[in-house]
């Protein structure tokens, strides 16, 4: 069973930027395809990044070109780094996990979630 744990989520100004990190506890990371996730005020859980085990990436439109996920190795941590932050970001990300090594982008191809984090944006 693998243990994701979120951290950096907070309130920021709209085009501030934030850093988000997933830690996978007591497993090795990089054995495992990343995705980071966000749902929003009343609505459904949607994608937004991913990064494969040889680190290949993939972006919603939405967070091409503001978002960054990379990994760290040393850390044993895959990191979202969010710029220009919108108020439309507002949302509780979650980091997911599968142990494949392709990108994946919907909800069914993880099987390990963490609990979210709170990522707030004010206009």
């Known amino acids: 069973q693998v243990q994701l744990v979120e951290s950096g989520g907070g309130l920021v100004q709209a085009g501030g930027s934030l850093r988000l990190s997933c830690e996978a506890v007591?497993?090795?990371?990089?054995?495992?395809?990343v995705g980071w996730f966000r749902q929003g005020p009343g609505k459904e859980r949607e994608f937004v990044a991913g990064i494969s085990t040889s680190s290949s990436t993939y972006y919603t439109e939405s967070a091409r070109g503001r978002f960054t996920i990379s990994r760290d190795y040393a850390e044993n941590t895959v990191s979202l780094q969010m710029s220009s932050l919108k108020p439309e970001d507002t949302a509780v990300y979650y980091c997911?996990?599968?142990?494949?090594?392709?990108?994946?982008?919907?909800?069914?191809?993880?099987?390990?979630w963490g609990q979210g984090t709170q990522v707030t944006v004010s206009s």
């Open positions: 007591g497993h090795a990371f990089t054995a495992y395809a």
């Open positions: 997911a996990a599968v142990r494949l090594g392709g990108l994946y982008t919907l909800i069914r191809d993880y099987n390990y």
